[in-house]
């Protein structure tokens, strides 16, 4: 939190454009190098993993930026003009970052969507990283916001043997830092150590994340909501109404609210987060346990809404205290604004 009177004096006017401004500019690098300054003890590995995660976001973005072209230089599982076999820009993306983080020295193992197993990076190293190296990966075809998340961890094994389940399978209370990437209209960086949620945007003419969301708060209530509602047919009696109480007129409580839903989490949650709304992935009659990832989807996502002073639930417990049992287990998410859950909570336990 001492960093907050140091955020505020540099910023002072900031315009990242302005050459004249440039002195105000502060890097995402220069950012976590004070942050971690401040952090007892810290030796500066944490600012060193970052670093390896933004140059993967950097490389990852590029791939991304230049996805339109696959149709020329040829499609996923043909061979492109160069002769090279082409991949999934998820498959890519969660090479991207394992090199990165690979050649950076300072992550032992990679949990990820894209790997069925644990993957060992360095016995010597302390952090295991969990991430979803693309996410909304469905959009990728339609210029639609996608996005990375990933969260951090300290192993608990000792360091100089190989990362073992007890140190990927952490509950969300351990993460020491979580993050995403959101490839939208413009690139940016959000994460947080626990210390509030600031946003980085990617400046291209130089290179870098540059800070342009300070110490991000959520409204308490919003006017929107986020659900793939062509699966309504499946949802419990309590999430059906609360569906039908955001669709009802009352003027005074700005109702109906905005279906707002584009499939891809990272980017309806960033909107949200931002504007003030209710982001729902629940559990149907045909996915009990829902969809989402609880190690790589909702506990870094958790962790960065209760930050910015809104709530992460399973609808029946805090999505950061749900015990993992597997790499991959799914859990029912309703994250958002503090009133508008409370609202959902109230009509999920009354039916
Ligand atoms: P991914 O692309 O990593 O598989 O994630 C897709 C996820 C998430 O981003 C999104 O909120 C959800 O799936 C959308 O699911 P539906 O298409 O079932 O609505
Ligand atoms: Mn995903
Ligand atoms: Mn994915």
């Known amino acids: 939190m001492h960093l907050l009177p ?154 100089g043997t190989p990362a073992k389940l007890e140190d990927c399978l952490q509950k969300g209370t351990e993460q020491i830092a979580a993050g995403y990437v959101i490839y939208g209209s413009s690139t940016m960086l959000v994460y947080t150590t626990g210390n509030g949620v600031n946003g980085f945007t990617l400046d291209a003419s130089i290179g870098d994340f540059c800070l342009s969301h300070p110490d991000i708060k959520t409204p308490e209530r919003g006017t929107i909501y986020s659900i793939n509602e062509g699966n309504a047919s499946k949802f419990s009696p309590g999430l059906e109404k609360y569906i039908a109480y955001c669709k009802d007129v009352n003027k005074e409580e700005n109702r109906p609210y905005k279906a707002r839903y584009i499939g891809s989490m990272v980017g309806d949650f960033h909107r949200n987060m931002l504007k003030g709304g209710i982001f729902i992935y629940p559990a149907t009659q045909d996915a009990p346990k829902g969809k989402l990832r609880l190690m790589y989807e909702c506990n870094p996502i958790a962790f960065i809404t209760e930050q910015a002073g809104g709530i992460a639930t399973t609808g029946t417990q805090r999505i950061m205290e749900v015990e993992p049992t597997e790499l991959h287990q799914r859990i029912p998410v309703y994250i958002g604004s503090k009133e508008m859950i409370g609202v959902l909570m109230d009509f999920l336990r009354e039916n």
């Open 6 to 159: 140091y955020i505020r004096a540099k910023l002072g006017h900031l315009r990242i454009n302005s050459d004249r401004e440039m002195n105000k500019v502060i890097t995402l690098s220069q950012f976590i190098a004070e942050e971690q300054s401040k952090a007892m003890g810290a030796k500066g590995d944490l600012s060193r993993l970052f670093g390896d995660i933004k140059l993967a976001a950097k490389i990852v973005n590029r791939d991304i930026r230049k996805a339109g072209l696959v149709d020329i230089l040829g499609e996923h599982g043909t061979v492109n003009v160069q002769g090279e076999d082409v991949k999934k820009l998820d498959v890519i993306a969660n090479e991207v970052f394992i090199d990165a983080l690979t050649a950076g020295m300072d992550c032992c193992a990679v949990i990820s969507e894209e790997e069925e197993i644990i993957r060992q990076v360095n016995n010597d190293a302390k952090y295991i990283v969990a991430m979803d190296p693309l996410d909304g990966s469905s959009n990728i075809d339609v210029n639609a916001a996608i996005g990375t998340i990933f969260s951090i961890y300290r192993r608990v094994t000792p360091i």
